[in-house]
């Protein structure tokens, strides 16, 4: 009677040997060869080029040959889109416009503008970027906001410096010195203060104002080489050719102060802008 547990526990063992030596059925060895040979084509290395290895082939050839070109030449292959537009034009024939590709062109408006050797004191991509307008191909081969930015705070520096160093005309000086307080207070008085009072009658915009700055863009030519894409190609004045040709000036003198440095920059502004529109 001692010995039946162990009889027992000897029966279930032999048959749960019995039933793990028992081939699967087909079903069950089906669907383990299957995911076996899923499992040993995942990973099993190839040697067989892909389509990104092809792709990144292509894209390394297409980057040496546009490096053979100037970037401001043309529009990098990854900006352009799927080769249409949402944008609706009721008239086809503002869409065409054109622009000026002609470096000689652009070097001899430089020199102009800048005086002599003016077309060596930017490199050839910055020269480009200065006269490029954010419209034009839609911004991809980059453009002149931050360049502008940067040259209106120049422009403006110094315009106020020549305010405070030269004499006002007859009316303004009067007017900046006249004062007048009905509780019979005088102003502080002060040889360091001289001048500011002559801030009160003129202001570095009244100097350059855009008009300004736009005659002088024209006279000087860039007006031909600035690149931009108006809205109405027919009407230049509407579609805001005043306002581009200021971002233009404005940043060539942000690029020359950042390339040349400030004294460089302030000469070019007194010496090619500020005499000019006096």
Not at 140 to 156: H, K, S, W
């Amino acid at each position: 009677m001692a010995l039946n547990p162990a009889r027992a526990s000897v029966s279930s063992a032999s048959k749960a040997l019995a039933r793990c030596t028992r081939p699967p059925p087909s079903s069950v060895a089906s669907s383990m060869g299957l995911s076996a040979r899923q499992m040993s084509t995942e990973t099993t290395p190839t040697s067989t080029p892909t389509t990104a290895d092809s792709q990144s082939a292509s894209g390394a050839s297409g980057a040496s040959s546009s490096e053979r070109r100037p970037r401001w030449s043309y529009t990098p292959e990854r900006m352009k889109g799927p080769g249409f537009s949402i944008n609706i034009v009721k008239n086809p024939a503002r869409k065409i416009w054109h622009v000026n590709e002609d470096p000689e062109k652009v070097d001899a408006v430089y020199n102009r503008f800048l005086g002599k050797n003016g077309d060596k004191m930017l490199p050839d991509e910055i020269k480009w970027l200065a006269v490029t307008h954010k419209s034009f191909d839609q911004g991809r081969r980059g453009f002149n906001t931050r360049l502008a930015y940067y040259g209106r705070q120049v422009l403006a520096l110094e315009t106020t410096r020549s305010i405070l160093a030269n004499p006002l005309p007859g009316d303004a000086a009067q007017e900046a010195i006249s004062f007048s307080d009905e509780h019979g207070r005088e102003p502080f008085q002060h040889p360091a203060l001289a001048n500011v009072d002559k801030l009160y009658a003129r202001q570095p915009w009244d100097v350059v104002s855009m008009e300004k700055i736009a005659k002088l863009a024209f006279d000087v030519g860039l007006g031909e080489i600035t690149r931009w894409k108006p809205k109405m190609p027919e009407n230049l004045e509407l579609s805001g050719i005043v306002s581009v040709l200021n971002t233009s000036v404005l940043a060539i003198v942000g690029a020359v102060s950042l390339q040349n440095g400030a004294e460089v920059a302030h000469r070019v502004v007194r010496d090619r802008i500020l005499r000019r529109l006096a």
